[in-house]
Nanobody
Framework: QVQLVESGGGTVQAGGSLRLSCAAS????????MGWYRQAPGEERELAARIWWSGQTTYADSVKGRFSISREAAIDTVYLQMNTLKPEDTAVYYC??????????WGQGIQVTVSS
């Protein structure tokens, strides 16, 4: 099992930036990808961005060109740099860790609020 600690959320005005961090601990040697999902009020949870240990990344169309996911392997931490934020980016953001064997671990979620 992998434990995840998220940080960096908060409230920002439209057009601003935030950086989310997700630090993994535990059986991190079994990880092959991590990412960020988000869930707005009344909406389904959706993938915002994911990074594989190969270096490949994927983004939701709605965040392409504005969000960037990266990884600092030495400290088992993944970052989500969010620029040019819009009110529709307001959501609870959840970190997810994918381990071999089909195991998924989730963080508790962190609120991001973008005011207009």
């Amino acid at each position: 099992q992998v434990q995840l600690v998220e940080s960096g959320g908060g409230t920002v005005q439209a057009g601003g930036s935030l950086r989310l961090s997700c630090a993994a601990s535990g059986r991190t040697f079994q990880l092959y990808a991590m990412g960020w999902y988000r869930q707005a009020p009344g909406e389904e949870r959706e993938l915002a961005a994911r990074i594989w240990w190969s270096g490949q990344t994927t983004y939701a169309d709605s965040v392409k060109g504005r969000f960037s996911i990266s990884r600092e392997a030495a400290i088992d931490t993944v970052y989500l740099q969010m620029n040019t934020l819009k009110p529709e980016d307001t959501a609870v953001y959840y970190c997810i860790a994918n381990s071999y064997g089909g195991i998924e671990d989730w963080g508790q979620g962190i609120q991001v609020t973008v005011s207009s």
